[in-house]
């Protein structure tokens, strides 16, 4: 029983009939309601294999194949690397600090996360004081 069927018993209820509408309702509702739910890996194996051989449509193999189109399954093109590169020149470079302790030129980020206060090259004896 689909979702056309419940609607059309539900539009052509009698008051007698609830209960039957009722049950009708409440198994829809229950397969809707797996959400959330994972399948054991036995389960999607049935599932597959099921699936498995079954003929498509030549409309569906149309749909199939005009999904594919104009997706790349290899190498970018020179072209593409080209234009790649180009627009790598013209990037805003990030700014650089050096460390204090190693004197590694690096971008803010790894700055904060590696060095300064946790830079390796740092002596054990060295408390800064944060401010």
Do not use: Y
Request: include cysteine; charged fraction near 35%.
């Amino acid at each position: 029983m689909n979702l056309n069927d419940i609607n059309a018993a539900i539009a052509a209820a009698t008051p007698l009939d609830n209960n039957l509408i009722r049950e009708d309702v409440k198994r829809w509702n229950h397969q809707v309601k797996n959400v959330g739910s994972t399948r054991s890996m036995e389960t999607r194996l049935k599932m597959s294999l099921s699936a498995k051989g079954k003929p498509k449509s030549a409309e569906h193999r149309q749909k199939l194949s005009d999904a594919k189109i104009g997706v790349s399954l290899g190498e970018k093109s020179e072209e593409t690397k080209a234009r790649m590169r180009e627009s790598w020149k013209l990037r805003k470079p990030r700014e650089t600090f050096a460390c204090v302790h190693c004197g590694v030129e690096v971008v803010k980020s790894n700055l904060n996360r590696w060095h300064n206060d946790n830079c390796k090259q740092k002596p054990k004896g060295d408390v800064d004081a944060k401010t």
